[in-house]
């Protein structure tokens, strides 16, 4: 946003800011001797910019950036020789820990009089707390000496140009680093929006304030146009032949919008004659657990249990038809849980974690082993590596890239196969033929990507191969959940495929064809360091099962559901079912508009018990529910990724209850 940041911060919450990575002015204009005059040529500028013949200081704005953080926050501050020390005096000691960061410039500007040093460093100063996030990489990589040349064109901007204008290599590390997916990262001076389009392209999100008109307007269209490239290069590589021959799926990704964290505004649903009121955040009235849902799940509420819990009245027994992931489930206490899905392979994974099935954990393990062990066929073979930077000089080309995959995995067959569990041995071909086609997919695209971009780093270039490795192990494991033979005869070895899906399938997507084969592809790179073992040992634990124990389990239509279990006026129903749209496939089951008013009418006419709905709002639903005794609520929620764009990413939805 366009506004000065010296106001805007004070309207940021306590504790709500991940990183803070910014590159205030340094004040060296005052040391500046004017720009330099050479004959022959046009003037080298010597002088930073009018911002920096400002007194900046740092001390006006340390117990902000103290406060907004969050304890597992990190702080990041680019600066120069004669400001580093101010930053350290007030800030060092709010910190239990400070450092800096040396950036050393490769090509800096010469020097034309010989007289000195070339100006080839910047100093970044850093500060955290004991549980700070941080993403170590490795002993080689984690010096705090990063070097990169300056930024330069095609990535250096003209008009404007901007004089600090940090290359994206750095601020990628860092964000890295100093940061997890989904966090917010908050850059107060943001100039043209540097760490806005680098955090974006990490997957986090960002926050950034600039006072200057025409650097904030160019930030603004950098970062949508970062949006637009990660959305339009997601739909170009299509991952894989059998997604893009098949028009019932086509996946497209976009960024997750902001929250918007400095204001609360009442928003009027335009596309209706009526306005409903926003969900107030209320009294709590029951407990909550610590317990995470069971599993990712499209449409997922754990985002939203900060509207729906302080809602919730009192109550003995909890019920929930369309249970999905479990966040509203697994969230609050009750003395009774009762819950249900019409999705059999979900039901199936509730009921064997619930039952401890050792054979659906040992599948699982064997899965999580394979996918360790990709990693470590990277390590054993990085002349995949070598192949590639030959290609990208132009050494070899796509013939003979292609060529020398054929002949690598034919000659390592025996390590390949053995990245599966032995058992798995039919899927020998399929694992041989997805690594070759993987890899050179990968290969090809990865120097497109540096042709019109920029040359990836040697870390960037091993996370694509190792992403290549991992989407032929999980194609296999795909090949085998849509076989026919084992959905039948093997239900605990299917279970644990549909689980494996569930945590590595690109965005959590759960999609199938035509045909009715799965074929979401693999989430890339994001995922290469995901591993199932967590869950694993949560599903063990005694809080976990201890929820269990009050739980009973059903795999019934959600009226069908509801007349067996008859919920009481004491009792709580919460309800979050498929959503009125065009697409209304869920799990392979429609759930139509006859449905719906099916719904509304059991919940309306016959249910004893109190109850909350949260679904989208169209004119349709809101019309089933506008009925006297009926409260209806509103909130905004932002989805990530769409199918053919038939969801609306900015959509608003309803609470609404009956009480």
């Not at 591993?531 to 009973?552: A, D, I, R």
Request: with cysteine; charged share 25%; glycine share 4%.
């Amino acid at each position: 946003m366009r506004a000065d940041s010296r106001e805007v911060i004070k309207r940021v919450p306590d504790n709500s800011i991940d990183l803070i990575f910014t590159d205030p002015p340094y004040n060296i204009g005052k040391y500046s001797t004017g720009n330099i005059k050479l004959p022959g040529r046009s003037d080298i500028n010597n002088d930073v910019a009018e911002w920096d013949l400002v007194d900046f200081n740092p001390e006006e704005w340390a117990d902000d950036f103290v406060r907004i953080l969050k304890p597992t926050g990190n702080l990041f501050i680019f600066t120069s020789y004669n400001q580093l020390g101010r930053w350290y005096d007030c800030l060092n000691h709010r910190f239990d820990s400070s450092n800096f960061v040396i950036w050393h410039k490769t090509n800096p500007t010469p020097k034309i009089f010989k007289s000195g040093f070339l100006n080839s460093c910047e100093m970044i100063f850093t500060c955290w707390n004991k549980a700070h996030t941080w993403n170590f990489i490795s002993q080689e990589e984690m010096h705090n000496f990063i070097e990169s040349p300056i930024c330069m064109r095609p990535e250096r901007l003209i008009s404007p140009k901007h004089p600090a204008q940090k290359p994206l290599s750095i601020l990628r590390k860092v964000i890295k680093i100093a940061s997890s997916e989904n966090d917010i990262v908050f850059d107060p001076f943001m100039g043209v929006g540097s760490v806005g389009v680098a955090a974006l392209e990490m997957k986090r999100r960002y926050i950034g304030i600039e006072i200057d008109e025409v650097y904030c307007q160019a930030a603004r269209k950098r970062i949508d146009d970062t949006f637009m490239n990660l959305h339009n290069e997601y739909v170009r590589m299509k991952i894989e032949d059998n997604v893009s021959n098949d028009k019932a799926v086509e996946a497209d990704m976009v960024c997750e919008p902001l929250p918007n964290l400095l204001e609360t505004t009442e928003r009027e649903l335009s596309h209706f004659p009526y306005r409903t009121p926003n969900v107030k955040l209320g009294v709590l009235k029951i407990k909550e657990t610590e317990l995470s849902p069971i599993i990712k799940w499209p449409g997922g509420k754990e985002k939203e249990l900060k509207y729906i819990i302080p809602n919730i009245p009192e109550f003995e027994r909890f019920f929930e038809p369309f249970v999905g992931g479990g966040s509203v489930f697994m969230g609050i206490k009750a003395d009774k849980y009762y819950i249900n899905d019409l999705s059999t392979e979900l039901i199936d994974l509730y009921r064997n974690i619930s039952s401890c099935d050792s054979s659906f954990f040992q599948y699982v393990e064997q899965m999580d082993n394979a996918w360790q062990k990709a990693l470590a066929f990277l390590n054993r073979n990085t002349i995949l590596i070598e192949t590639y930077i030959g290609y990208r000089k132009g050494l070899i080309g796509k013939i003979e890239l292609k060529e020398f995959l054929h002949i690598f995995c034919a000659n390592n067959r025996t390590d390949i196969l053995a990245l599966i569990p032995s058992s798995f041995e039919t899927l020998n071909s399929v694992l041989l033929d997805e690594m070759e086609v993987n890899l050179y997919r990968k290969m090809i695209r990865m120097h497109e990507i540096e042709q019109n971009k920029h040359l990836l780093s040697d870390d960037d270039l091993k996370d694509n191969i190792e992403a290549a490795i991992k989407s032929a192990v999980y194609m296999c494991f795909r090949h085998l959940y849509n076989s026919i033979e084992i959905s039948k005869k093997q239900q605990t070895l299917h279970t644990a495929l549909f689980f494996f899906l569930r945590n590595y399938a690109y965005s959590g997507m759960f999609r199938y064809s035509q045909k009715g084969d799965f074929n979401v592809p693999y989430g890339g790179i994001a995922y290469n360091r995901k591993l199932m073992n967590k869950k694993l040992v949560y599903y063990k634990s005694s809080e976990f099962l201890e929820h269990f124990k009050h739980t009973t389990i059903y795999n019934l239509d959600f009226e069908n559901f509801l007349r067996i279990t008859q919920p009481t006026s004491q009792d709580f129903v919460f309800l979050d079912p498929p959503y009125d749209s065009e697409f209304s496939t869920y799990a392979q089951n429609d759930f139509t508009k006859e449905d719906q008013v099916r719904l509304a009418n059991y919940m309306i006419n016959e249910c004893k018990a109190k109850w909350m709905l949260i679904i989208k709002n169209t004119e349709f639903i809101y019309q089933l529910y506008d009925k006297d005794g009926i409260k209806i609520q509103s909130f905004n929620k932002e989805y990530k990724v769409s199918f053919m764009n038939r969801n609306n990413k900015h959509v608003t939805h309803l609470l609404i209850t009956n009480y």
